[in-house]
């Protein structure tokens, strides 16, 4: 069943789009090294040279006794290599040239490597995000639904609380007051914030198919729990599964993103999110310049029409009014 969600998934135009432009995005980020000209942080190209001078003093070849119409001793030029060292600088705010295609920002980084490498920051932290979010809620899900009981009790109650609190607030105020070091901070913020409503959702289906004809047949044969859960009712959730799985990836992103932009992230990361800050903190908008803001965005909004258009074809898959004969 799942070999044939992916194969019908694949053969649907809107979700093949999609899974092009984020196959294209996470090449991107595994081979930023390879494409982007410099790193991320550089403002200075430093090349060192091998540089040859001639000199005159003279060196002894011989010390025997001359003749009378030989001189004393000889003399040969000799060759002296020295290695130069040369630095030099990036122009600080400039536009758009051979050197630097998306120009540089305010302390001379090239933005065109900055775009790149930030590829690698952003797409990391929404797949992160939504695999480990899927995976708690998906779990929390199954226990509740098919156990049910005091489990269920639990779980629904716990749920209910972090669907009544709102979300950005709660990252704004958890990022606050907890250090940022690295991307693993952000996913737990975005993961801790974002598990509710999928755990919802996805428990609401369990119970559906926790009552279906199979499924009671699988228990009245005396199966085990195990192949009930992950034989009989999981395989029939892999839609709607994969389905808030790029949700949360798009959710992600998003959020990521703009916890950077109000510098709530850490700004030291170079990601797509910390280029708009830097971006609005230098004035960039009011300076006329596009090449500084426009990218990111533009690649934030094509991240988010991919997910959205594999989603697309999900809905076609699982839905069967929206199938094409």
Known sequence: MIKDFFKTLVS??????????LAAFILVALFAPLLAPYQPKADRIE???LKS????EPEIISEEEPSEDVEKSVYSTTVKKTWEKTTSYFPIRAKPSREHPLGTNHAGNDLLSQLIWGTRVSVFVGLATGLFVT??????????GYLGGRVDDIVNFVTNVFLIIPGLPLMIV????????GVLPIILIL????WSYPTRLLRSQVLTLKNRDFVRASRLLGERTSFVVFREILPNMISIVMSEFFAVCLSAILSEATLEFIGVGNITVVSWGTILYWAQANGAILRGAWWWFLPPGLLIALTGTAFVLVNFGIDEISNPR????
């Open 12 to 21: 649907n135009r809107k979700s093949l789009a999609g899974l092009v432009m």
């Open 47 to 49: 090349t060192t040279l």
């Open 53 to 56: 001078t001639e000199t005159g």
């Open 135 to 144: 995976l708690v809620s998906l779990t929390l899900a199954l226990l509740a």
């Open 174 to 181: 958890i990022g606050t007051y907890i250090p940022m070091h």
């Open 191 to 194: 993961a801790f914030t974002s």
């Open 322 to 325: 929206l199938r094409k004969r």
